[in-house]
């Protein structure tokens, strides 16, 4: 994972479409489209809580901090526009105005699989920086959202937003 560090976050996501999306439309077709997002989403959701354990060992800090870190990595070749509402230590709230991974997607057709494979993980990566991490998204652009609603806490601190 280490190279993968050297390649903005978005390039990757790019490059991992071209075998991704084919791959999921092949298993839609054969077993469901619920059934075959259920597999993949679970697949994936390993994946992100292994990346958040390895950026958890990497950063130091509490894991707000390593929230707060990891900002500008999912942002990197102007991925995102990202507007801070508020940090603290037990909690960060941000939104994202602007996505070039929803983008992406759209352009090529496919945002619900955007969705599966660029967001859906977002809550398992929370929980592999901290267990005592707790991630609330009530909207993404990628599902036509104005924007993406991020709000981070340390599990019984803070009120939800």
Sequence with gaps: MENLI???????????????????KAFQAELGEERANQIVGRALDDSARNLG????????GSPIEKVVAGLPVFAAGDALDVEMIESTSD???????????????KELGE????????????????EGISPDLELTRTQTIMRGASHCDFRYRLKGKGSQR
Excluded: H
Aim: glycine residues 6%.
């Design 91 to 105: 909690a960060v709230d941000f939104n994202v105005t602007r996505c070039r991974y929803a983008e992406f997607y």
């Design 111 to 126: 945002p619900e699989l955007g969705f599966l494979l660029a967001c859906s993980g977002d809550f398992a990566m929370a």
């Design 53 to 60: 354990q390895w950026f958890s060992a990497l950063v130091g």
């Design 6 to 24: 050297n390649i903005p976050r978005i390039e990757q996501v790019k490059i991992q479409a071209q075998v991704l999306v084919p791959i999921v």
